[in-house]
């Protein structure tokens, strides 16, 4: 049932991205243009399936603003365990303390911290406290 369950809601996902296109976060083109123009290293660590993290950032016209993708098929522990993130730094080819991360989750923003990231919370400044900074939407 629960797999029956996730094709169907997947099936109706891509009806309405199709029909609406992939939401995308207010200001978040704008920042990937700017880190884009000063040549910032940029990743992207998504608890969603690889391929469906770069078909969905295809179809909004954002794939090539990232370097590197890690998606939640690619790791062993979810978040908040750091793995993700972790990964994704390792792709990156970049130390702890050079990576600054984006999320909109509590649950990703310990993840963050954990890996030794600075954390920047997008959303509800009250559920995302836990950030060293926040950016409310």
Do not use: M
């Amino acid at each position: 049932p629960v797999d029956a369950f996730d094709k169907d809601a997947q099936k109706k996902f891509r009806k309405i991205e199709r029909e609406e296109g992939i939401p995308v976060k207010k200001g978040a083109r704008e920042l990937l243009v700017w880190l884009k123009e000063n040549e910032a290293t940029v990743g992207l660590a998504s608890s969603t399936a690889y391929d469906i993290v770069v078909q969905e950032l295809t179809d909004a016209g954002l794939v090539d603003y990232f370097h590197a993708i890690t998606g939640g098929d690619q790791i062993s522990h979810s978040k908040p365990d750091p793995e993700i993130y972790r990964a994704a730094q390792e792709l990156l080819k970049l130390q702890a303390d050079e990576v600054i991360s984006f999320e909109d989750a509590p649950v990703g923003i310990a993840a963050i911290k954990a890996a030794g990231q600075f954390a920047v919370g997008i959303g509800e400044a009250s559920a995302l406290a836990a950030a060293h900074f926040c950016c409310c939407i």
